[in-house]
Every structure is written in structure tokens, then in C-alpha cells.
């Protein structure tokens, strides 16, 4: 059964950092692009940042391009996002996701995490 | 930035009732469309891409116009759907779709 447990969430005031981790189980994480994707609370998805099979090449939303980095450890079976300089409207739940893609990335999301709530408040 | 927008956003619907949503894009996106289903507080959950069927859920398009038609409403679809196209990035969803109770 494919898993995916995302963990970092927590209360951070703005300008601050956090980094969350998802770690995987039920595939090999290897052979998949990965994603993180956010929700802000009640508000609908937005998709944040992708990432290839061994880490090389990495896509942002404009949003977050030059603050968030997305990286992974294969040999942990674990996905990361680093986020830097927060900001209020970066309030909301992360989810990791797989891209199904073979290859290449496919672009939508086969499996999801159940999330980590960030809150970025003074 | 692709652009996806859903009509309606919000329907309320009776069990066994056929219940369809509409997502439109503002530019051709090779119908690389798919669907999700959310409940409240979970995650969301992959259903169908563009033109595929699963269960009571199927897809098509016409041209920029897809689809989500769901055939007999059972208690467990009510939920929020989404959109998303998967053609080119930034990945973008619909602004949701709420599934109620009548």
C-alpha cells in the first residue's frame, strides 16, 4: 500500500523558516517524479513545486520561486520542502503527492499524504 | 498561468440523482484534465482523468470543456470535486466544486 506521511507543520512567525518532510513507503521513491501541493484553509489547491527522479531538476510556482526548496532522499524514502522567509498567505495545509508519471512527470497526483498544517503568524 | 474554472460551485443533489460539473479552460490544454474528489479535513483523492470512467464517475470534453459526470449519487460521493490540468506547468486546479445533501 503506497504511504505517504507528511510531518514539520507547526506555528512560525513571518520572515521565519520551516522545513517538512514526507516520508514514503508502499513504492519506490526512486522511479517517481514527487510533489508538494497546499491548501490554504477553506480555500481550494495550488500546486508548489515538483521535483525529478534523483533530485536534479526541481519547478516552482512563482510564489514561492526563490524561497521554498523542494529536495528528496531516495535513501530515506523521503521527500523534503525548506521554506524560508514566510509569509501570512503562505497559511495552510502541505500535502506531498506522487506524480503516477513512469519517466517523465505526468503532471497530476496518483497518491496524497493526509497534510501538515504551517501557520506563518505573529 | 493556465486558468480552470468550475461551474457551479456549489450543487445540491439527492441520493440517486445524475449530477454533472463542467470545468473550462482558457487555453488548449491537449485535454490533459483530471479529476479529485475532497471530504472535509482529508486529503484529496485521485478519480479519473479527462475522458476515463470509474465506477459512477466518467469524463469527457469538447474542445476546452471537460466534464465530471457522476451517474447515481451515493452518500459517500458528497464532497468537494476538483479540476486540475496536467498539461503544462505550473499545474493548476479549479476553484472546487461543493457537493451537497438536498
Known amino acids: 500500500e503506497v504511504q505517504l506521511v507528511e510531518s514539520g507543520g507547526g506555528l512560525v512567525q513571518p520572515g521565519g523558516s520551516v522545513t517538512l518532510s514526507c516520508v514514503t513507503s508502499g513504492f519506490t521513491l526512486s522511479n517517481y517524479w514527487m510533489n508538494w501541493v497546499r491548501q490554504a484553509p477553506g480555500k481550494g489547491l495550488e500546486w508548489v513545486a515538483n521535483i525529478n527522479q534523483n533530485g536534479g531538476a526541481t519547478y516552482y510556482v512563482g510564489s514561492v520561486k526563490g524561497r521554498f526548496t523542494i529536495s528528496r532522499d531516495n535513501t530515506k524514502n523521503t521527500l523534503y520542502l525548506q521554506m524560508n522567509s514566510l509569509r501570512v498567505e503562505d497559511t495552510a495545509v502541505y500535502y506531498c503527492a506522487r506524480d503516477p508519471g513512469d519517466d517523465s512527470a505526468w503532471y497530476y497526483f496518483d497518491h496524497w499524504g493526509r497534510g501538515t498544517l504551517v501557520t506563518v503568524s505573529s | 498561468d493556465i486558468q480552470l474554472t468550475q461551474s457551479p460551485s456549489f450543487v445540491s443533489a439527492s441520493v440517486g440523482d445524475r449530477v454533472t460539473i463542467t470545468c473550462r479552460a482558457n487555453?488548449?490544454?491537449?485535454?490533459?484534465l483530471v479529476w479529485y474528489q475532497q471530504k472535509p479535513g482529508k486529503a484529496p483523492k485521485f478519480l479519473i482523468t479527462g475522458t476515463s470512467s470509474f465506477q459512477r464517475f466518467s469524463g469527457s470534453v469538447s474542445g476546452t470543456d471537460f466534464t465530471l459526470t457522476i451517474s447515481s449519487l451515493q452518500p459517500e460521493d458528497f464532497a468537494t470535486y476538483y479540476c486540475?490540468?496536467?498539461?503544462?506547468?505550473?499545474?493548476?486546479f479549479g476553484q472546487g466544486t461543493r457537493l451537497e445533501i438536498k
Open positions: 487555453h488548449d490544454i491537449n485535454k490533459w
Open positions: 486540475q490540468q496536467a498539461n503544462v506547468l505550473p499545474a493548476t
